[in-house]
């Protein structure tokens, strides 16, 4: 069959890249895809959003399944727009889609199907959420935007006056657009944060192995949030026994829960956790695949996984065999552009891409590349994802960060602890 992929990503570039490797597959098609896609698949120039292009697209070419890899598009209702036409796509419709597009549903929903999670209140304005920060005990909290930010609309706080500030960036200032039109503050969850990915079609839930992202721009957890910057996996910080709780007590209520409330739930469930000593507590959902946790996950998948997506788009995951994993570790590096995740600049040409690809066990997925004049150069904040495996985490780490060093542009930095907390 041929295969459409809709993105432009680090996480595209890894699904075109997993699915070219299925023997049912011809051709994949990413729209509008990277420098990176366009090497190991063929980058068609459509927007993720413009569903008429894309379905036309579709038809023409007999793609047998679309893959949706960003929220954007799935917010939006891209799938009801492929179903509408009977076209095969896999990730779950507006309604459901919501569990990520709205922060305030996902928590309230959380609270019915009694998911553990953090305290939170809700608001519609800057001037109710500040009256109730100023009535309350001064202790650290997170504001959030009620909507999607690109990963980036959560301000952990301190205390009282820096959340405050917070407030007024994203109801008043708009620093995130309309995605603040209402607020989230919750008390500030102690611990370390993991994500747990499962590939659910509404009645079967099949649980991916455990990731570990770094949001925080630098070193140490520091410095403003991001989209991720590295990903490892498996995190040794959920167990066997973690994630059978997860799944119990986590994503089995969710997908009941999201089935009660008319919004029957396929595709990708994403649940982000703070790993507390009181146990796993959740912090919010996504609905599709991590980014960057899914290039180290799919480093390792050995399923064919145009099978499982399939499946999962069928209702009949119940009837694939257990998922087959490499047991070798994989740690994926994120080097980005000077000024990430504030202002950058574009179009400095990218070297040493090569001579990285050369080095055993090491996948470079291009996030934010471009083609010009017939060179690579970096188009986005986060611009390439430096992916290896080896038989342990640390020699995973060596080998991502040796690629690293071999690669080379103007302005271009990364963290340099990816992985490290397992090692704690």
Not at 281 to 291: A, I, Q
Not at 398 to 403: D, E, S, V
């Amino acid at each position: 069959m041929n295969v459409l992929v809709i993105g432009s990503g680090g996480r595209e570039h890894a699904l075109a890249w997993k699915i070219a490797q299925s023997p049912r597959v011809k051709r994949v098609f990413v729209a509008p895809g990277n420098a990176g896609t366009a090497a190991d698949a063929e980058n068609v120039a459509i927007s993720a959003t413009d569903f008429p292009a894309l379905i036309r697209f579709a038809k023409q070419n007999e793609v047998g399944l679309s893959i949706v890899g960003p929220e954007d598009p799935l917010a939006r209702g891209i799938v009801d727009a492929f179903q509408a036409e009977g076209l095969k796509v896999f990730g779950p419709n507006k309604a459901a889609a919501e569990l990520e597009a709205s922060k305030v549903f996902c928590r309230n929903l959380l609270r019915r199907a009694d998911v553990p999670g953090a305290d939170y209140h809700t608001f519609k304005d800057a001037g109710s959420a500040i009256r109730y920060l100023s009535e309350r005990e001064d202790t650290p909290i997170v504001v959030k935007a009620d909507g999607l930010a690109a990963g980036k609309g959560v301000i952990v706080c301190d205390n009282r006056n820096q959340a405050i500030d917070a407030v007024n960036e994203i109801a008043r200032n708009k620093v995130f657009g309309e995605a603040g039109n209402r607020l989230l503050i919750e008390e500030k969850l102690v611990g370390q944060e993991a994500s747990v990915l499962a590939i659910t079609d509404g009645q079967t839930i099949v649980t991916l192995q455990p990731a570990q992202d770094h949001k925080p721009a630098n070193d140490g957890d520091t410095g403003p949030n991001t989209g991720g910057m590295g990903a490892y996996c498996p995190a040794p910080l959920v167990d066997d026994d973690k994630l059978h709780w997860i799944e119990e007590h986590v994503l089995v209520p969710t997908v009941h829960a999201m089935k009660k409330a008319g919004r029957p739930f396929q595709g990708v469930l994403y649940a982000g956790l703070m790993i507390t000593n009181q146990g796993p507590k959740m912090l919010e959902y996504n609905v599709r695949f991590g980014d960057p946790e899914c290039q180290p996950l799919l480093m390792r998948l050995k399923t064919d996984l145009v099978d499982v997506l399939e499946a999962a788009v069928d209702r009949r995951l119940d009837e694939i065999e257990p998922l087959e994993w490499d047991p070798r570790p994989a740690v994926c590096v994120v080097m980005a552009s000077k000024g990430y995740p504030g202002s950058y600049e574009r179009g400095f040409p990218i070297r040493g891409l090569d001579e990285a690809a050369t080095l055993p066990g090491v996948k470079v997925f291009h996030a934010g590349t471009a083609l010009k004049d017939g060179r690579v150069v970096n188009a986005g904040g986060r611009v390439l994802n430096v992916t290896a495996l080896g038989d342990s985490i640390a020699k995973a780490k060596l080998n991502a960060y040796t690629a690293v060093k071999a690669i080379r542009w103007d302005g271009a930095w990364c963290r340099k602890d990816i992985s490290d907390k397992a090692f704690r």
